[in-house]
């Protein structure tokens, strides 16, 4: 088994930073893809950006040029980097990644437990 555990969130004032960190655990042997979904009072989730094992990364056009993807794979953690934040950008964010466990050859999908960001006007 494996989970995701999320930490970062919180309230911060349009205009400034935050940056959103989860930490994979378990019976990892790897990882593939890593992502940070969100998703807003009455939306359905969407897609923010997603980062690759080999570092490659996508964004959605209403965050792409503030925010920022990366991974440690050390540590099994991806990060999201949030600058120049809006108040359309408060939502639950959530991570997944796409785990092999250990002793198995199949890939699931994991999600964390979503943490809160508001960003005040």
């Known amino acids: 088994q494996a989970q995701l555990v999320e930490s970062g969130g919180g309230l911060v004032q349009a205009g400034g930073s935050l940056r959103l960190s989860c930490a994979a655990s378990g019976s990892i042997f790897s990882i593939n893809a890593m992502a940070w979904y969100r998703q807003a009072p009455g939306k359905q989730r969407e897609l923010v950006a997603v980062i690759t094992n080999g570092g490659s990364t996508n964004y959605a056009g209403s965050v792409k040029g503030r925010f920022t993807i990366s991974r440690d794979n050390a540590k099994n953690t991806v990060y999201l980097q949030m600058n120049s934040l809006k108040p359309e950008d408060t939502a639950v964010y959530y991570c997944?990644?796409?785990?092999?466990?250990?002793?198995?050859?199949?890939?699931?999908?994991?999600w964390g437990q979503g943490t809160q960001v508001t960003v005040s006007s």
């Open positions: 997944n990644a796409d785990l092999m466990l250990s002793g198995s050859r199949s890939v699931y999908r994991y």
